[in-house]
């Protein structure tokens, strides 16, 4: 399967986007879907995360409150709103699947699959 991130840009803070993260090659099943991301220097970081049916996710605690993921199964696309967004926001944002659903991981060494990232921009 192949993932594609879309939706990053500048925005400035307090602002809002909403990054898609669509599958082709395969459906996205019964797989969890993970956003991660990761600013200049720094480790990659678990933003959220959702189970196939979309009925649990999970948030890293720098978000919580402030982004909100969920996913459309017919059209093979996971989202991501996020709203007030900050300066500390910025980075380039990857979405991955992990073909064992139902875990939430929140480590990235649990998803198997990547796509290329979106850079995502806040001003301040």
């Known amino acids: 399967v192949q993932l594609q991130a879309s939706g990053g840009g500048l925005v400035q803070a307090g602002g809002s986007l909403r990054l898609s993260c669509a599958a082709s090659?395969?459906?996205?099943?019964?797989?969890?879907v993970g956003w991660f991301r990761q600013a200049p220097g720094k480790e990659r970081e678990f933003v959220s995360a959702i189970t196939w049916s979309g009925s649990r996710t999970v948030y890293g605690d720098s978000v919580k409150g402030r982004f909100t993921i969920s996913r459309d199964n017919a059209e093979n696309t996971v989202y991501l709103q996020m709203n007030s967004l900050k300066p500390e926001d910025t980075a380039v944002y990857y979405c991955?699947?992990?073909?064992?659903?139902?875990?939430?991981?929140?480590?990235?060494?649990?998803?198997?699959?990547w796509g290329r990232g979106t850079q995502v921009t806040v001003s301040s």
């Open positions: 991955a699947a992990n073909y064992v659903g139902g875990q939430l991981a929140t480590t990235d060494r649990a998803y198997e699959s």
């Open positions: 090659g395969r459906t996205f099943g019964y797989w969890d």
